[in-house]
């Protein structure tokens, strides 16, 4: 009896040890996961192909966390989706965010990873906005979400212009196409990508302005900030290796870190 007990024992012992092995590795593996908010339309930056996501920023924040032996998991909504679930906690961080001053305040930001612009375009050919002096009096779409007309207000402060807000990206390329609205703001990455990939009859007015750093931010907290300084290791070490430098030349045949 005193055996058998003595068995039942060492069994229960076994048991319960490889139960906290178990749930020490399912642990260790919820904290090595990463959720990154993203929309599933923002060609080059993220898009969906084949039931992949794929994109410059995909290639840039897996190639991040893969460094620090982290795993990403995507969480893919519209733009203002992006902002409501970074902002409720729903993800970690965000894609392709720009690193205002006002933004600051609410966040706390890795280094930046490369500097984004904007540009206004209008439909091919179209002659109604030749610079960046014409646009009094002209309708100019943007995205809802974006900062990209704040960028706008910012350059060029006198000038008086209408600004139409979008939900849909398709929509606005489609309605400046047709000359329901004289032009649009938008980052000139995207754009450039979207014109020179995917043949849309847009052009570029003007030179790109407003240069702003684009980061991955935060909730303000202590596991935060500590995951803050493993990731600017690991931007540094991309830098310095020329991985971002590849995956700049991959999508835009430019290399955002030196323009």
């Not at 039942?8 to 092995?21: A, K, M, Q």
């Not at 993800?91 to 930001?109: G, H, I, K």
């Not at 004289?182 to 007015?205: F, T, W």
């Amino acid at each position: 009896m005193k055996k058998l007990a003595m068995l039942i024992s060492v069994l229960l012992l076994v048991y319960l040890v490889g139960c906290g092995e178990n749930a020490s590795s399912e642990d260790s593996s919820e904290e090595n996961v990463i959720k990154v908010g993203a929309t599933p339309d923002g060609y080059p930056h993220s898009f969906q192909e084949d039931g992949e996501l794929k994109g410059f920023g995909v290639d840039v924040i897996e190639a991040i966390f893969e460094g620090m032996d982290y795993e990403v998991e995507w969480v893919l909504t519209d733009w203002n989706g992006v902002l409501a679930n970074l902002e409720s906690g729903k993800v970690d961080s965000a894609f392709n965010f720009a690193l205002t001053p006002e933004r600051a305040e609410n966040y706390n930001f890795a280094d930046s990873y490369y500097n984004s612009k904007a540009v206004v375009a209008t439909a091919k050919d179209d002659g109604n906005i030749e610079s960046l002096d014409d646009l009094e009096g002209k309708k100019l779409a943007s995205v809802m979400g974006t900062n990209f007309e704040n960028v706008l207000k910012e350059h060029y402060p006198e000038e008086n212009y209408e600004l139409v807000i979008y939900e849909s990206i398709d929509v606005y390329y489609s309605d400046v196409i047709s000359g329901k609205v004289d032009g649009l703001i938008y980052g000139r990455e995207q754009l450039m990508a979207q014109i020179s990939q995917k043949d849309i009859p847009l052009e570029v007015v003007d030179e790109p302005f407003g240069d702003q750093p684009v980061a991955l931010p935060f909730k303000e907290s202590k596991e935060n900030d500590a995951l803050i300084v493993e990731i600017n290791e690991s931007i540094a070490e991309l830098k310095e290796d020329g991985t971002f430098s590849e995956i700049s030349l991959k999508w835009f045949e430019v290399d955002l870190l030196e323009d």
